[in-house]
């Protein structure tokens, strides 16, 4: 008997190597990489290639389409995201950190589609039909028409499905769970969920279902991450936020059938995430207006301004390397506004520890918040308190320069909505209305520096 033949596949990002080692060279974790049996299935490859393949037709790339037919399940928040509800025959991933709230947002997405008519499956690998309707008790969703399943085997799911006529929405909870009796590897594995994964995938093409994969995110790897089914759905969105704070954000990261980088906000309470429509109030709720080192940060999330609280603290530093922590901004981004501000603006703030935090949990991935993080961090270093009436917004060029960013008008108003009478920017565009607000337009980084630090307690060290 031939040997099984096994490869050695990283349960992060589905590298494969041949032979064992530490640390992946594909995603860089250490830890991933387990022995997996690829005699079937995915990884074997194709065993052999015939001259019989069967030939399709092809088309102009001009033709009839229609568009996509779509379920709305009226929660607004949800619907945004998904580019205006779940779209028929599609796969979606919905992945998050385990204990995020993907299990209650799907349940609730769920009972409202039910309560619209439509049918709905839910499937749990991981609670029992007896908790998965205790849950809903306590949501107040027990008496919907939600059919429900304790499953993990894939096939038996896709039996269970074949039974009946194909419900509108397939809900698997999660993907992690599922196991399939064509591969041999053992449940949990890359193999394992990218089989199971491409089943349901198939399924949904096939059958116009829309199918929901529910995916853990783990950093320990022992699991195999979502990331290995990305590629397969047509869309991917992560249900982000940190559990100590109570709000949660569903980011869109891939959409075939609408725009990414939408994202839909909730509030975690005791009777299930509720929608917030007006995010900015939320995450400005428990700014402390006098404190230096704070800044109103007005961002867009997808087509949506977000008002957000950059805080930074600067303190001098006992280390030889001083202390760089960042959180809900990229790090790299970071160091390069201190460069500017260090040779360009000649201020000297590199050997004092910096901490930048993003209030509330949000991640802030534009570099439009460039002017908001260099104001924070002036007003920590000459503890001067920027206007509790301001927002910034403005991306910062290596030569020193603020330059402008899109959207000025939209990010304005909200401003203006939310009480705001200033805003510090890059030069508008002739396009861009100020409304309401006093717009002060700063073309050097270096004007703004000064204008802050003037107001401070603490001379700064300027050159
Ligand atoms: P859950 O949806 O099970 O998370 P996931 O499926 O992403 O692992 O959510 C679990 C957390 O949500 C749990 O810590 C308790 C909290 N929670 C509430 O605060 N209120 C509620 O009404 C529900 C159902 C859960
Ligand atoms: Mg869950």
Excluded at 306 to 326: C, D, F, K, N, Y
């Amino acid at each position: 008997m031939a040997k099984a033949k096994s490869s050695f596949i990283c349960q992060v990002c589905g590298a494969v190597y041949t032979r064992w080692q530490g640390r992946c060279d594909s995603c860089g974790d250490w830890n991933t990489i387990a022995e997996e049996l690829t005699d079937s299935g995915v990884g074997a490859g194709p065993k052999s290639v015939s001259g019989t393949g069967r030939a399709v037709p092809l088309v102009p790339l001009a033709g009839e389409t229609e568009s996509a037919a779509r379920i709305e399940t009226g929660i607004a928040e949800l619907d945004r995201v998904l580019g205006g509800g779940f779209v028929m025959g599609s796969a979606i991933l919905v992945g998050g950190d385990p204990g995020i709230g993907k299990s209650t947002l799907l349940l609730q997405a769920a009972a409202a589609l039910a309560e619209r008519g439509r049918s709905v499956v839910y499937v749990s690998g991981e609670e029992a039909v007896g908790q998965i309707r205790l849950r809903a008790q306590r949501l107040g969703l027990g008496d919907r028409n939600v059919a429900l399943a304790s499953e993990t085997n894939a096939e038996n799911i896709l039996a269970t499905l074949a039974a009946g006529s194909p419900p509108h929405l397939v809900i698997i909870d999660s993907i992690q769970t599922l196991w399939t009796d064509r591969v041999e590897s053992a449940p949990g594995t890359v193999t394992q969920v990218r089989t199971s994964a491409q089943a349901l995938t198939r399924y949904a093409k096939k059958s116009g279902a829309a199918v929901v994969l529910v995916g853990h995110v783990t950093k320990d790897g022992q699991i195999a991450g979502p990331r290995v089914v990305e590629h397969m759905v047509d869309a991917v969105l992560y249900f982000e936020g940190d559990t100590s704070h109570t709000f949660r954000i569903l980011r869109g990261v891939k959409n075939r059938f609408g725009a990414t980088d939408e994202i839909g906000v909730f509030e975690m309470t005791s009777l299930g995430l509720k929608e917030v429509a007006n995010p900015s109030a939320l995450f400005l709720d428990q700014r402390d207006k006098g404190a230096s080192g704070s800044a109103v940060f007005a961002g867009m999330e997808g087509t949506r301004p977000v008002l957000v609280e950059i805080q930074a603290l600067v303190s001098p530093s006992p280390l030889g390397t001083p202390r760089r922590a960042v959180v809900g901004w990229d790090s790299s981004r970071l160091s390069m506004v201190l460069a500017v501000l260090e040779s360009r603006c000649g201020v000297r703030i590199g050997a004092n520890d910096i901490y930048l935090n993003v209030a509330g949990g949000l991640k802030v991935g534009e570099p439009a918040a460039d002017l908001a993080v260099a104001a924070a961090l002036i007003s920590s270093l000459t503890n001067a308190p920027l206007p509790p009436d301001a927002v910034y917004f403005g991306e910062i060029s290596l030569a020193g320069g603020v330059r402008p960013v899109v959207h000025a008008s939209l990010r304005l108003r909200e401003a203006q909505k939310l009480g705001f009478s200033s805003a510090i920017t890059g030069r508008l565009g002739t396009g861009d209305k100020a409304g309401g607000i006093v717009v002060s337009e700063f073309s050097e980084l270096a004007d703004l520096v000064g204008r802050i630090a003037a107001n401070g307690r603490k001379a700064p060290t300027v050159d």
